[in-house]
């Protein structure tokens, strides 16, 4: 594997802009467009961490793009703007759906991927109970920054500085609290705002933290905030929210990330990559183009993971998905959702109703039939 950390990336080409950046999940396209911008490289993962902030779009069980949800793991995005009462906590993509009849996965996203790889009760709590998660304070900044990122591309490339960016903080604070309603508990018991300065500040950090690794007058993003789709032959349909889509002059696609946490130790760097290479998947099956390059951008740690996939890391990666599809369909089919303890579950929601913590899931909402060997407890990150 190729993987590399960097500081402070080397300028890309600048390219010509491409028409407003899709802002929802429901209203984007599901191409990349084959114009130019100018790349760099790749990355994704799981390490025993605190879930971030990622984001991706709608909820794996959604059939209808138009209806996707965009909870989801850590940060999420303008896109979870657009879904009300999307949980905070699950990022843009789509977990914790509350409130919608309870219904099998049809489609596979990187979070949710990474929520059966990490617990499969999580998984089946996320998508098929679609238990309500409380907004946490770094999800909900995930989100903030990557609404700021993705905002500042509408001024002249001249215009994109940190000041501006600074600038935007607010204004997207009151874009998403006007969207999402719930996110009013966060800072429901901070009388005298102190915490929310603190928690303002945190996001303007990570935003000047972001002119240290990539120069946004040199980028002329092809596409912001893009929702992919595609189905693979054997039917399994993937979907995901890609932060930034560059492509280069000679047609190169990079594939951009932004990421509010720290930059995983080189031993879980390959976890990391597993959501970059979902999406270079993707991409790859929808315009028959393997992504030159992956590139994750931390800024939390003011670190840049790069990654250059060949096409036996894509065809690995389908090969992989597709087994943990075959998992979950076994789990749906046979209610046999097992929890797989760790150190993230001090971040999970729902350790009332995990049995790990003496709690008692809700009755299966679905159908069974009758139980069979499940592989879910050989999954692994990639
Ligand atoms: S508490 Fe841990 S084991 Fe239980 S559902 Fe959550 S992640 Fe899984």
Not at 201 to 230: G, N
Not at 321 to 342: F, N, V, Y
Request: glycine share 8%; net charge negative; hydrophobic share 40%.
């Amino acid at each position: 594997m190729e993987t590399s950390t960097q500081a402070p990336e080397p300028a890309p080409d600048r390219t010509p802009a491409s028409g407003p950046a899709p802002r929802t999940a429901a209203a984007t396209a599901t191409t990349v467009p084959a114009q130019a911008t100018a790349p760099e490289a790749p990355a994704g993962g799981s390490a025993p961490a605190a879930p971030t902030t990622d984001h991706e779009p709608a909820a794996d069980t959604t059939v209808d793009t138009s209806t996707a949800d965009t909870s989801g793991a850590a940060e999420t995005s303008a896109a979870a703007e657009a879904v009300p009462g999307a949980a905070a906590g699950a990022g843009r993509e789509g977990a914790g759906g509350g409130g919608r009849p309870a219904a099998p996965p049809v489609s596979l996203s990187p979070s949710r991927a990474g929520d059966f790889m990490q617990c499969p009760l999580l998984y089946r709590f996320r998508v098929i109970d679609r238990l309500p998660e409380r907004p946490s304070e770094a999800a909900t900044r995930g989100t903030l920054v990557h609404a700021v990122l993705e905002r500042l591309f509408d001024a002249p490339a001249a215009e994109r500085t940190a000041p501006r960016a600074r600038a935007l903080i607010p204004g997207q604070w009151d874009r998403l609290r006007e969207s999402r309603p719930e996110l009013v508990e966060l800072f429901a018991d901070d009388a005298d705002g102190e915490r929310l300065a603190r928690w303002l500040s945190e996001a303007e950090r990570l935003v000047e933290r972001w002119f240290t690794l990539e120069d946004p007058t040199r980028l002329e993003p092809a596409e912001r905030e893009l929702f992919v789709e595609a189905e693979l032959a054997s039917g399994l349909r993937l979907r995901g929210i890609i932060d930034r889509v560059d492509v280069a002059p000679t047609g190169e696609v990079r594939i951009v990330d932004y990421k509010t946490g720290k930059a995983p130790r080189p031993e879980y760097a390959e976890g990391a990559l597993f959501q970059m290479k979902f999406y270079a998947l993707v991409v790859w099956r929808l315009k028959r183009v393997v992504p030159r390059r992956l590139q994750l951008v931390y800024l939390g740690s003011g670190d840049v993971l790069t990654y250059d996939p060949v096409p036996a890391d894509l065809e690995r990666i389908e090969r992989k998905l597709l087994a943990l599809w075959e998992a979950i369909r076994l789990a749906t089919e046979t209610g046999d959702w097992r929890p797989r303890p760790t150190k993230l579950c001090g971040w999970c929601d729902h350790r009332a109703h995990c049995p790990e913590f003496g709690g008692t899931p809700p009755p299966y909402p679905l159908p069974l039939a009758p139980a069979a060997p499940s592989p879910q407890g050989r999954m692994g990150a990639d």
